[in-house]
Nanobody, 121 residues
């Protein structure tokens, strides 16, 4: 069973930057869409950004102009560069991918375990 492995979270002061990374734990056949979601305490999980085959991207209004999502197709890795961080960006960030493990499996949704991002004021 493939897992999504995230890294890059941590504690940063307001105005600072962090970069999150996410990749499958083993070689997979194909990835369609990859994205990042976040969940703050007491709130619902929300889409932060995603990137599809062909590199079309989509961002939440709250992060436009500050966050950039990108992917390295050779490494099957997705990145989230977060600049000008605000205290309201504090949340657990989850990687999500629509991927096909092998030639004989279907595309399905996978989630990472989450990485904490804390922005202090």
């Amino acid at each position: 069973q493939v897992q999504l492995v995230e890294s890059g979270g941590g504690l940063v002061q307001a105005g600072g930057s962090l970069r999150l990374s996410c990749a499958p734990s083993k070689t997979i056949f194909s990835i369609n869409r990859m994205g990042w979601y976040r969940q703050a305490p007491g709130k619902q999980r929300e889409l932060v950004a995603d990137i599809r085959t062909g590199d079309s991207t989509n961002y939440a209004d709250s992060v436009k102009g500050r966050f950039t999502i990108s992917r390295d197709n050779a490494k099957n890795t997705v990145y989230l560069q977060m600049n000008s961080l605000k205290p309201e960006d504090t949340a657990v960030y989850y990687c999500n991918a629509d991927l096909k493990e092998s030639l004989v499996t279907w595309y399905r949704d996978y989630w990472g375990q989450g990485t904490q991002v804390t922005v202090s004021s």
